[in-house]
C-alpha cells in the first residue's frame, strides 16, 4: 500500500491541510491555528481516522483505509515561527526547509511558501515561471528556464490594505473583501466605494504591469495564480485586462504540488523516523 502523509501549510491567517495516499491528492481543507494543547492531544490519536476526525472541518467527513497503526508523517511548510515551534510537539513532524528545495539562486530569506509554490508550479506546467499568491501578503515570485529565481515583490493584500486604513486612521470605515463583489466604481461618491476603488484598482494595475513586465522577459513564460483572493482577482482580472488574463493558471494547490516533488524527490523525506526538526527562522 502507498505511504500516506499529511501536508500542513501554515499561512499568515489560517492553516491549509492536505492528504496524499502517495503521489495522489486525496484530500484538502482549511481550519484555524490550534492551540499547543490541542497539537499535543493530537498524538495521543489511535488511528489515522482519529486524526482527521480531529483535524478536519465537521462538514468534511475525510475517511481513508490505512492499515497501519502509526500516524501518518506531516510534511510541514511554514511562515509563522511561533506556529512551526508548537506544531513541533506533533512526534511525526518533518519541517521542509528552504535547502530542501531545489530552485537555484534562491537568498537566504526566500518564505518557504513563495519558494514551493514556484517549484509546485514549474514542475507541474514547466519553466519559465511567474506565481502570484493572493493571499495575506500578494507576492510575486518568478524563476527561469534553468530553474533559478529571477526574483520577486511582496506588497499587502487586499484584506491586510482594507484594514490598515479602518485601523490606522480616526475616520476612514474598515472595509472587508467581498468575495464575488462586482468592481466599484472608479470615481466613487461615498467613502467606502472610493477605498474600494483606491485599493482594487491600484492593485490590479500593479498585477497588470508586473504580468506585462514578465511576459516581456520571457515571452513563453507561465503564470500561475493561488490565494484566497484568486477568483476575485482573476474575475476582476477579467474585466479590464481581458487579453492578458487568458494565459492565467488557476491553481489553490501549488504550494501541496511543490512539497509532492520534494517528497517524491527524497522518500527519506517521510520515511526516515531519524529525520531532523529545522530550527525555526524568519522568513519573507
Avoid at 9 to 36: C, M, P, Q, V
Avoid at 254 to 282: H, P, Q, T
Amino acid at each position: 500500500m502507498e505511504e500516506v502523509w499529511l501536508a500542513l501549510e501554515i499561512g499568515n491567517s489560517r492553516l491549509h491541510w492536505a492528504l496524499f495516499i502517495g503521489k495522489k491528492l486525496y484530500s484538502t481543507w482549511d481550519s484555524d491555528y490550534l492551540a499547543e494543547s490541542a497539537i499535543q492531544q493530537l498524538a495521543k490519536c489511535q488511528t489515522l481516522d482519529h486524526l482527521l476526525l480531529a483535524i478536519s472541518p465537521p462538514h468534511q467527513k475525510i475517511r481513508v483505509e490505512n492499515t497501519s497503526s502509526s500516524l501518518p508523517p506531516l510534511l510541514l511548510a511554514s511562515v509563522v515561527p511561533g506556529q512551526t515551534a508548537i506544531w513541533q510537539t506533533y512526534p511525526n513532524t518533518r519541517v521542509i526547509t528552504l535547502e530542501q528545495v531545489p530552485l537555484k539562486n534562491v537568498y537566504p530569506t526566500l518564505g518557504i511558501d513563495r519558494a514551493l509554490a514556484l517549484w509546485g508550479a514549474g514542475k507541474t506546467w514547466g519553466f519559465p515561471m511567474l506565481v502570484i499568491d493572493a493571499g495575506t501578503a500578494l507576492t510575486f515570485t518568478a524563476a527561469d528556464a534553468n530553474e533559478s529565481l529571477v526574483g520577486g515583490a511582496i506588497l499587502p493584500g487586499l484584506g491586510l490594505q482594507f484594514a490598515s486604513l479602518g485601523q490606522q486612521t480616526g475616520q476612514l470605515p474598515f472595509v472587508e473583501t467581498r468575495k464575488f463583489a462586482p468592481l466599484p466604481p472608479r470615481f466613487a461618491l461615498n467613502t467606502t466605494e472610493a477605498i474600494q476603488s483606491g485599493v482594487i484598482y491600484t492593485v490590479l494595475a500593479g498585477i497588470k504591469d508586473f504580468l506585462e513586465a514578465w511576459l516581456q522577459l520571457f515571452p513563453d513564460g507561465k503564470i500561475a495564480i493561488k490565494g484566497g483572493d484568486r477568483t476575485l482577482l482573476v474575475n476582476y482580472l477579467k474585466a479590464l485586462y481581458p487579453e492578458i488574463i487568458a494565459p492565467l493558471i488557476v491553481e489553490e494547490n501549488l504550494i501541496f504540488w511543490g512539497m509532492r516533488e520534494i517528497v517524491m524527490g527524497d522518500k527519506n523525506v517521510v520515511n526516515d523516523n531519524s529525520y531532523k526538526k529545522a530550527k525555526v527562522k524568519r522568513q519573507k
